[in-house]
């Protein structure tokens, strides 16, 4: 089954979201394989946000995203990558849709409170890179009910 890596950045935890994001994962009906509060270094979040280094916004973001502790996620389920993107809205809050998480809850890009992977192949690197231990593996009884 495809899993995707979902983080709610330092404003999405200080704002209180985390349960808000959580919730709607979960009522969506994806299973929630891996997560933890973490405080990451410079050089872990440049690392994952290596590919946009070039970036006139890389030295802001990485500010940004190492000013207070993260909640990393696995979430997993069917097209959990392209599904959990459009959850979160566009980059920019102002083109997010009102019903996704960015639409809902936030006003700049530079303050968007969550990330999701943006491809499967995205998503096993994040995976690999936060939760080098593994995910937990396990069986929801609501799997029946979610998948025909
Ligand atoms: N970002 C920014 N300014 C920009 C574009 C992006 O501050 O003009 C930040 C924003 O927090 C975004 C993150 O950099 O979520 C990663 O950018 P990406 O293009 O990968 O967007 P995402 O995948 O998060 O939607
Ligand atoms: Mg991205």
């Not at 992977?117 to 979610?146: M, R, T």
Request: proline share 4%; charged share 25%.
């Amino acid at each position: 089954m495809e899993r995707t890596y979902i983080m709610i950045k330092p404003d999405g935890v200080q704002r209180g979201l985390v349960g808000e994001i959580i919730k709607r994962f979960e009522q969506k009906g994806f299973k929630l394989v891996a997560m933890k509060i973490t405080m990451p270094s410079k050089e872990h979040m440049e690392t994952h946000y290596e590919d946009l280094k070039t970036k006139k916004f890389f030295p802001g973001l990485i500010a940004y995203m190492t000013s207070g502790p993260v909640c990393a996620m696995v979430w997993e389920g069917k097209g959990a990558c392209l599904e959990g993107r459009k959850m979160l809205g566009a980059t920019m809050p102002s083109d997010s849709a009102m019903g996704t998480i960015r639409g809902d809850y936030c006003i700049e890009v530079g303050r968007n409170i969550c990330h999701g992977s943006d491809s499967v192949e995205s998503a096993n690197k994040e995976i690999a890179h936060w939760f080098p231990e593994g995910v937990c593996e396990w069986e929801s009884c609501e799997a029946s009910w979610i998948y025909e």
